[in-house]
């Protein structure tokens, strides 16, 4: 089946590599170690450019490092949404007697991915571009896309679930398929420490 993979990044990331050493992931690698049967024809990363902050300069730079490592991959293909963070009030679980109810927090949220895999994954399934789709996500946000790929287009739609967490039970019981993204899978699906572009020579970032 021709498939084509559409990977919620932020999804992936806080549910299976954020404190972990598999953060160089070859995105195309695990794909293929989790759907062996399949004739992965693209994958879509839907991401944001985050912004630095005082206690983590480098981010961006990582960030950077790690999309310039996606980009050697041929069937890759990068979605920006947006990355805003800002300053909000909010009321404390437990606040000391007498003391202030409300504290300010800096709320940080990805916006536009949701939409964007949404939009691609409708409008490339009406143009015929894949037999089967595979979303890498949880996020029951979803679930509308998948009913209309399935019910209205008549296409497959799998779950690659990065979370340590059973599959949201809504996602489960309207996916053709699910399966769970394993440390194991991660593990051997790293990137080289070193990789070579058009531009040169690049390294995984320090501390990865």
Not at 13 to 36: E, S
Not at 121 to 140: C, F, H, R
Not at 155 to 176: F, W
Request: charged share 20%.
């Amino acid at each position: 089946m021709k498939t084509w993979v559409y990977i919620d990044g932020f999804n992936l990331y806080y549910g299976a590599v954020k404190d972990t050493r598999y953060k160089w992931l070859n995105l195309h690698a695990m794909c293929a170690l989790l759907l062996p049967n399949h004739q992965i024809g693209k994958i879509k990363y839907f991401t944001a450019r985050v912004s630095a902050r005082h206690d983590d300069p480098d981010k961006p730079t990582r960030q950077q490092i790690y999309l310039r490592a996606l980009r050697t991959l041929p069937d890759i293909e990068i979605i920006f949404g947006r990355f805003l963070s800002h300053d909000v009030m909010m009321a404390l679980a437990q606040p000391a007697p007498n003391g202030p109810r409300f504290a300010k927090v800096i709320k940080t949220e990805e916006k536009g991915s949701d939409v964007n895999i949404a939009a691609h994954l409708i409008n490339d399934g009406y143009k015929k571009q894949y037999e089967t789709a595979v979303i890498v996500t949880n996020d029951s946000d979803l679930l509308e896309p998948i009913k209309i790929a399935r019910q209205e287009l008549g296409i497959p739609v799998g779950i690659l679930n990065p979370h340590k967490n059973p599959t949201s039970r809504v996602l489960a019981q309207h996916a053709s398929f699910v399966r769970q993204i394993r440390q194991g899978v991660l593990a051997v699906s790293q990137f080289p420490e070193v990789l070579t572009d058009a531009h040169g020579v690049f390294h995984k970032p320090t501390g990865w």
